[in-house]
């Protein structure tokens, strides 16, 4: 099997839209939703991302069935569970979702360097990909990425979400989390990262985001939920956002 980073790169030839399928959990025909989905927008896709929300209601043969549908239309699928605990209970995690069938998984940092080395080298002995938060796209994460952090006393004052960057390329993960609500920081993170890590950016329409923005300030991946689940015509919306030049 080829690496993660590999396979996201040759399933996004046509597209960079990772599908954020963020459904309410109230929705009985969660599964199914999810399939259509797959089936009605891989053209326009290059990637389905899972929350942890929706995870917990649903069983193991279900988790399955949806990443094997992503597969066969070529897929990549990411579990976003922002993971952020001890070394052990880490490895448990993800070698559960690895047998579910994902490809990668999203992770907090907050958990510190060696946790996140210990996830990021068991992924990839696997092929599998491991994406660090680094500055969310709420509104309210500017208020903890953006403040500043000193770890010593000799050491330099940063900032949270820099730090988060610094750890997430000395430990090589395959990418990180900026939301395209915050272009500017997309910017200063491609000018440190280049090509070691890519750039995913959640965000885009429903909480202001703007697509051509983000891509021109350095994002790799846009991750787009709402925009598209909620639209009148899903494929239209999302051929708009091809249309942007993504």
Not at 39 to 53: A, R
Not at 185 to 197: A, F, R, V, Y
Request: overall charge positive; glycine content about 8%.
């Amino acid at each position: 099997m080829t690496k993660f980073k590999t396979r996201i790169h040759q399933s996004s030839k046509d597209s960079r839209i990772i599908l954020a399928n963020d459904y309410d959990i109230s929705n009985e025909k969660l599964v199914l939703q999810t399939i259509k989905n797959i089936k009605t927008l891989h053209k326009y896709l290059c990637g389905i991302k899972l929350n942890f929300h929706l995870l917990l209601p649903l069983g193991k043969k279900d988790i399955i069935r949806i990443n094997k549908t992503a597969h066969q239309y070529g897929l990549q699928t990411i579990a976003d569970i922002k993971l952020n605990d001890i070394g052990n209970t880490n490895l448990v995690t993800t070698k559960t979702l690895w047998d579910f069938g994902f490809d990668a998984v999203i992770v907090n940092p907050i958990m510190g360097p060696e946790s996140l080395k210990k996830i990021v080298t068991a992924a990839h002995k696997q092929d599998k990909g491991v994406i660090t938060l680094c500055h969310m796209s709420a509104p309210e994460a500017k208020m903890s990425y953006d403040m500043n952090v000193k770890l010593s006393k000799n050491s330099k004052t940063v900032s949270l979400y820099q730090l988060f960057l610094n750890w997430s390329i000395s430990n090589k993960a395959d990418g990180i989390i900026v939301g395209a609500t915050f272009p500017k920081i997309i910017s200063d993170c491609k000018k440190i990262t280049g090509k070691k890590l890519d750039i995913y950016s959640p965000g885009i329409g429903t909480q202001g985001g703007d697509a051509k923005q983000a891509i021109a300030n350095g994002c790799d991946f846009l991750i787009v939920g709402r925009t598209i689940l909620n639209s009148k015509d899903p494929v239209y919306t999302a051929k708009q956002l091809l249309g942007t030049g993504i």
